[in-house]
């Protein structure tokens, strides 16, 4: 990996922005039902929706990619709300068995795959150094309609309405950024804040993660760093330092 020009990252950053504008809000919820690893075993679902695709030969980038993920998210997390109306006292331990389940079947599938290695981590670590304006332009009319609906029913999105909402989100950003940025970007601006009430909690859940892909995407730039990792390290510290700054300006204030 070769370092990107500084002006070749803005459609990344874009990107980045784009899932942040869904995540921040949906993490804020995770965080508040008590699912945390919802995320993960969402996200492992689609991608191995992703994988089935793959291993059927179908398009890389086409519709049926696309369809077979959302397929798999949509079921999963549907059957996932229908455990925690049913069983909510061991819904996180029904959530962690999904996601095991899902790698494992994702990793079965692509064994056969001199490439199913390569496949996987790409799936993991994401690509969002080479996301293009026609991905921005998709995530963006998407997103666009699930933050209206999300607007439209608050508090009344229900249990339902709230993981299907979560899955159509994830799956649309899971195969640009990946899982693991995708759980970063859920959990992380969310913890930083979550002593916020609702409009300033979510101002600065995306200022938090504006500034952390700002600046893990222009270290990937500067230092050859996988452009991933580098923004979720980027998110972990700056999600600390704002911690840190609210927690001393509400003791100051308690003063």
Do not use: K, N
């Not at 002006?7 to 869904?22: A, E, I, K, M, N």
């Not at 300033?200 to 996988?226: C, I, K, N, R």
């Amino acid at each position: 990996m070769t370092p990107a020009p500084l002006d070749l990252l803005l459609w990344p950053f874009v990107v980045g922005l784009l899932v942040l504008s869904t995540h921040v809000p949906l993490g804020r919820r995770v965080l508040a039902r008590g699912i945390i690893f919802l995320d993960l075993a969402v996200s492992q679902l689609a991608v191995l929706g992703v994988v089935a695709a793959h291993a059927l030969d179908l398009a890389a980038d086409g519709w049926s990619t696309q369809l077979a993920a959302a397929a798999a998210a949509l079921a999963g997390a549907a059957a996932l709300a229908g455990c925690e109306r049913r069983w909510p006292h061991i819904q996180e331990a029904l959530i962690g068995s999904t996601f095991v389940v899902a790698a494992s079947a994702a990793v079965l599938l692509l064994a056969g795959d001199p490439h199913g290695g390569e496949h996987l981590a790409e799936l993991l670590t994401g690509q969002i150094l080479w996301a293009t304006s026609t991905q921005a332009m998709q995530m963006a009319a998407l997103y666009g309609m699930l933050l209206a609906f999300m607007a439209w029913r608050g508090e009344r999105l229900g249990g339902l309405g709230f993981y299907l909402v979560f899955a159509l989100a994830i799956t649309a950003s899971v195969q640009v950024v990946g899982v693991y940025l995708v759980f970063a970007s859920l959990i992380l601006p969310a913890l930083a804040v979550r002593g916020l009430p609702a409009r300033p909690g979510l101002l600065a859940g995306w200022t938090v993660g504006a500034l952390a892909y700002a600046a893990g995407l222009a270290a990937s730039a500067l230092l050859d760093w996988p452009t991933g990792p580098a923004i979720v390290i980027a998110l972990a510290v700056i999600a600390l330092l704002a911690a840190r700054t609210l927690r001393v300006a509400a003791s100051g204030r308690q003063r």
